[in-house]
């Protein structure tokens, strides 16, 4: 992704395995898995890679499926660029439901 772009980020999430970039003027989300220093370096890269890989696939093969997802435009190793998709996130859902759940 280019440099100009990620330096006007207008919202930066941390994760506990990524960090989520929201970029200004356009509708694209940067993922990008970050390295977690209590690993060995080896199996952490793999274990990024393999997951990022994982999760665009995932994603692109729920798209197949008819499921609404965002589209995914790039992919690197540890970083997946994708469409930004507005709506309410799944998080947020999660967390009502259980709200919901506690009250009956």
């Known amino acids: 992704m280019q440099e100009s772009l990620m330096m006007e980020c207008i919202q930066r999430i941390q994760c506990a395995e990524a960090v989520v970039e929201l970029e200004v003027n356009c509708d694209l989300v940067c993922k990008r898995r970050v390295a977690k220093r209590y690993r060995v370096k080896e199996i952490d890269e793999r274990l990024r890679r393999e997951r990022t890989k994982s999760e665009a696939k995932i994603i ?3 798209r197949r499926r008819g499921v609404p997802t965002p589209i995914i435009f ?3 190793d540890y970083e ?12 947020e859902v999660f967390e009502r439901e259980g709200e919901a759940d506690e009250g009956s």
Not at 80 to 91: P, T
């Open 80 to 91: 997946i660029v994708m469409e930004r998709v507005e709506g309410v996130l799944a998080r």
């Open 60 to 62: 692109s093969e729920a």
């Open 74 to 76: 790039d992919i690197s």
